[in-house]
């Protein structure tokens, strides 16, 4: 199996009162991001930790209330996993539980293509789904342009990292950019879709580090359709199905995600290369995912 050793770390698997708790406990919050590989990381955090893991669907209010996380972690005391599409960030800090956020960012025109295949098949009356299903992509991507309707192929990664709780029709400023990557600088546990394996291995780094001891080895989950090879190919599709007025209307409206993302991308792979045997770590990974599949 492809994994660290744990570190000897004691915690009471109960909640406590602070005032006793010499060791907060440590809880893994994985942010899920829309259509960024986050059903393999929840299906990763499922394989190890079974019923302590919690996909919790209670949007509205974790999307208010900045500290109803702790809420849930109070009323299900033998939770150590749990996995949100609309955590708050960042998680407040807490006397009681030591928060590990997890959060997978994705080329955002890369991620439009893998939204609307999605929604297309998606059994759901949303208005995402049902438009899919009746729209090319050229007219999806339209009308997902549109300041009425939810922005989530418009800077939708900026929004998450800094405030999910944002009126769709507020265009994100470079303010909030800023505050993206202070965010991106202190959390070790940010990763890429595109550099899956190199996140997971940096993953599995820092939580060698803790009282856990996980198997990051996996099988993708929910993947939408075959890709062409490369990016410049993948780009060159979607531009010629969104015609070029489009296609430059959707890259303008999601300039500081693109922003993000390469910082992003170029820290995920500085963070590897500093791995003591990385090269080998990723290779580990990648016999123990065959050897899964």
Same mark, same amino acid.
């Given at each position: ?5 744990? +570190?000897?770390?004691? @915690?009471? &698997? ?14 893994? +919050?994985? !942010?899920? /991001? ?5 059903? @393999? ?8 930790? %079974?019923? %302590? ?5 209670d949007d509205t209010r974790m999307r208010k209330e900045r500290e109803y996380i702790f809420e849930v972690l109070k009323a299900k005391p033998k939770l150590r996993a749990l996995s ?16 590990? @956020? ?5 080329? &955002?025109?890369?991620?439009? =293509?893998? *939204? ?6 998606? *059994? ?7 438009? +899919?299903? =009746?729209?090319?992509? !050229? ?10 309707? +939810?922005?989530? /192929? ?14 769709? =029709?507020?265009?994100?400023? #470079? $303010? ?5 990557? #202070? ?6 546990? /940010? %990763? ?18 803790? $009282?856990? $001891?996980?198997?990051?080895s996996y099988q993708k989950q929910n993947v939408s359709r075959a890709r062409a090879v490369s990016r410049e190919e993948r780009l060159a599709e979607l531009e010629s199905d969104l015609g070029a007025e489009l296609y430059a209307r959707l890259m303008s409206a999601n300039e500081l995600d693109m922003q993000l993302y390469e910082f ?8 590897? $290369?500093? *791995? ?9 990974? =990648? ?7």
């Open positions: 199996m492809f994994r660290f050793a744990k +570190a000897s770390i004691n @915690t009471n &698997p109960e909640f406590l009162d602070s005032s006793v708790l010499l060791v907060k406990k440590t809880i893994i +919050a994985h !942010a899920h /991001i829309f259509k960024n590989a986050g059903t @393999t990381i929840d299906w990763i955090l499922e394989r190890n930790f %079974g019923s %302590g893991f919690q996909d919790d669907r949100s599409h609309s955590l708050r960030l960042p998680v407040p800090s807490s006397d009681v539980w030591d928060v590990h @956020t997890i959060v997978m960012l994705r080329d &955002p025109m890369l991620r439009v =293509r893998s *939204v609307y295949d999605f929604e297309r098949k998606q *059994v759901a009356d949303t208005p995402g789904a049902q438009n +899919a299903k =009746r729209m090319n992509i !050229a007219e999806y991507v339209a009308w997902r342009l549109q300041d009425d309707v +939810a922005p989530t /192929i418009r800077n939708m990664q900026i929004r998450y990292l800094t405030s999910n709780s944002m009126p769709q =029709r507020f265009s994100p400023t #470079s $303010e909030y950019l800023e505050e993206a990557i #202070s965010f991106v600088e202190k959390n070790p546990l /940010i %990763g890429v879709v595109e550099l899956f394996d190199e996140s997971v291995v940096l993953f599995s780094e820092h939580f060698s580090k803790t $009282e856990f $001891e996980i198997d990051f992003t991308k170029a820290a995920v792979v500085k963070r590897f $290369e500093l *791995v003591d045997g990385a090269d080998q770590k990723l290779d580990d990974l =990648r016999s123990a995912c065959r050897a899964l599949a």
